[in-house]
C-alpha cells in the first residue's frame, strides 16, 4: 500500500532529527473500529499513511516479513496532533523480521500520541524475533523537540514478558538509530527476550544534546537478562535527561552495556 503516490505527499529529506516530509492517504477512524490494517499475511510494504484514532492499534502485524515505512502512528498528517484513542501505534503478535523504519530517509516512522497506557510499538509472543525498528521518531511530534501532551503512551517501545529475542532497536550507524523521547513512562522497557539497543538517542531532543522537560522516566529499562545495550563507534546510544534514570536494570544479570553516553 503506498501513500507516497497520493496527491499532496512530500518525502522526508532528512536523515536524522526533524521529520520533514508530510503523509497524504489517510486512514483513520471515523466509527468505532478497532484496528486500521492487519497484516496477517507475509511480505506486504505499508509506506507513506497516517493511521490513527483506532480503538485498539493503527497496524496489527500478525506475520513476518512485512515493511512500514514513512507512516505517521497515531498522529495527525500534520506530525503535531495527536489522535489519542489508539491503544498501539504498532502491534506485532508472535511474528519475525519485520521492519519498522528502515534506516533511509524516506523509510523514517512518526509514533507518536497513543492513548496514555498505550505503546508506540508493542511486540508479543515467543514467535516475534528478528525485528527491525530502525531510524523512527517514537514519542515526540515531528520536530523531535516538542512533547505531544502530558498524557501520550505510556512506553515508545514495549517487549512484552512473552517477547522472543533478538530483536534490534537502532543499529550501527546514526542513521539506525531512533529517537525515543517523551513518553510518559520509559523509552524502553525490555520485560522479556534478550535484545539488542544500538545508537539511539533516548531522552533529549532530535540533536541528543537538548533537555526536554516533562520527559520519560527511565530511558531504558531492563526486566530480563541478556541485552546488549550499544556497542562500539555509532553503535553507542546517547541515553540522557530522562526524569528517573538512564538505564535501569531491575534484578537481571548479563547484560552487556558500552559505548554509551549516559546523563550527558
Not at 503506498?2 to 492517504?25: E, I, M, Q, R
Not at 496477517?40 to 485498539?56: D, P, R
Not at 541485552?227 to 546510544?237: D, F, H, S, V
Request: net charge negative; with cysteine.
Amino acid at each position: 500500500i503506498d501513500g507516497t503516490t497520493a496527491t499532496g505527499y512530500v518525502a522526508n529529506s532528512n536523515s536524522t532529527g526533524a521529520l520533514n516530509g508530510t503523509p497524504s492517504l489517510i486512514v483513520s477512524n471515523g466509527a468505532a473500529i478497532a484496528t486500521g490494517l492487519t497484516l496477517a499475511s507475509t511480505s506486504n510494504i505499508i509506506k507513506g499513511l497516517v493511521c490513527s484514532n483506532f480503538n485498539s492499534y493503527g497496524i496489527n502485524i500478525t506475520s513476518g516479513s512485512n515493511s512500514v515505512l514513512g507512516c505517521y502512528l497515531g498522529m495527525a498528517a500534520d506530525g503535531t496532533t495527536a489522535g489519542n484513542t489508539q491503544a498501539d501505534g504498532i502491534l506485532i503478535s508472535n511474528c519475525a523480521n519485520n521492519i519498522i523504519g528502515n534506516g533511509t530517509t524516506t523509510g523514517r516512522n512518526l509514533i507518536s500520541g497513543q492513548a496514555s497506557g498505550g505503546f508506540g510499538i508493542n511486540l508479543t509472543g515467543a514467535s516475534s524475533t528478528g525485528n527491525t525498528i530502525k531510524g523512527n521518531i517514537i514519542g515526540l511530534k515531528k520536530d523531535g523537540v516538542t512533547l505531544v501532551s502530558s498524557t501520550t503512551q505510556d512506553e515508545g517501545i514495549y517487549f512484552a514478558v512473552d517477547c522472543g529475542g533478538s530483536n534490534t532497536v537502532g543499529g550501527t550507524s546514526a542513521t539506525d538509530g531512533n529517537l525515543i523521547s517523551g513518553n510518559s513512562n520509559d523509552g524502553i522497557w525490555v520485560k522479556g527476550g534478550s535484545q539488542t539497543i544500538k545508537a539511539n538517542i533516548i531522552g533529549p531532543q532530535a540533536d541528543g544534546i537538548t533537555y526536554i522537560s516533562s520527559d520519560q522516566y527511565a530511558g531504558i529499562l531492563l526486566s530480563t537478562s541478556s541485552n546488549t545495550i550499544g556497542g562500539t563507534g555509532a553503535e553507542g546510544n546517547v541515553i540522557s535527561g530522562n526524569d528517573l534514570a538512564g538505564l535501569y536494570l531491575a534484578s537481571v544479570s548479563n547484560n552487556v552495556v558500552k559505548g554509551n553516553f549516559i546523563g550527558v
